[in-house]
């Protein structure tokens, strides 16, 4: 959340419960930033992770032809 929005989100809690619902919209704005994030970190796990299978398998069969 950017310092702006927190300060935003601050000031409203000290107004009380009557700002309840422009925090929660703060809050589900926040929860949809991160879960893009999230959504962009998992496929770049999955690409390293696939990379990595990969090189492990580029190995494995390496590893075979020596023997050979």
Do not use: C, P, V, W
């Amino acid at each position: 959340m950017s310092l702006s929005k927190i300060i935003q989100y601050a000031k409203l809690r000290e107004q009380g419960n009557q700002t309840i619902n422009e925090r929660l919209d703060i809050l589900d704005e926040q929860e949809a930033i991160l879960n893009i994030e999230k959504s962009k970190i998992l496929d770049h796990i999955a690409f390293i992770q696939n990379k990595k299978n990969l090189y492990h398998s580029s190995l494995g069969k390496s590893n075979e032809s020596e023997h050979d």
